[in-house]
């Protein structure tokens, strides 16, 4: 079974931008999708966005269309989320996560989709 670590998390100010990094430790990541969700204390673990294990489609939350993207290198077994125009609402603990669904162009928006998550990594965006 995969493990799946995020890096590339910071303190940012609003208008930066900052990439994620989901890597995996096995090679069957290849074959699945990858999404982001990210979640504040207190609230419901929300997604971000969705990537196709070919990179194929993607699917984006309506509060991050325009500004994320998601994309991955499947030789690197990486999964990226571009963040461009941070805001403060965007402040939260981002995670990674792989379905139990292999090799599907269907994506999940939902947690309980989702097999293996990475402990995350906190972006912090001040105004």
């Known amino acids: 079974q995969a493990q799946l670590t995020e890096s590339g998390g910071g303190l940012m100010q609003a208008g930066d931008s900052l990439r994620l990094s989901c890597t995996a430790s096995?090679?069957?990541?290849?074959?699945?999708?990858g999404a982001w969700f990210r979640q504040v204390p207190g609230k419901e673990r929300e997604f971000v966005a969705a990537?196709?294990?070919?990179?194929?489609?993607?699917d984006y939350a309506d509060s991050v269309k325009g500004r994320f993207t998601i994309s991955r290198d499947n030789a690197k077994k990486t999964v990226y989320l571009q963040m461009n125009n941070l805001e403060p609402a965007d402040t939260a603990r981002y995670y990674c996560?792989?379905?139990?669904?292999?090799?599907?162009?269907?994506?999940?928006?939902?947690?309980?989709?989702?097999?293996?998550w990475g402990p995350g990594t906190q972006v912090t965006v001040s105004s």
């Open positions: 996560a792989a379905p139990y669904e292999r090799m599907t162009s269907t994506l999940y928006k939902q947690p309980d989709e989702y097999r293996v």
């Open positions: 096995g090679s069957s990541f290849n074959y699945y999708s």
């Open positions: 990537i196709s294990w070919n990179g194929n489609v993607r």
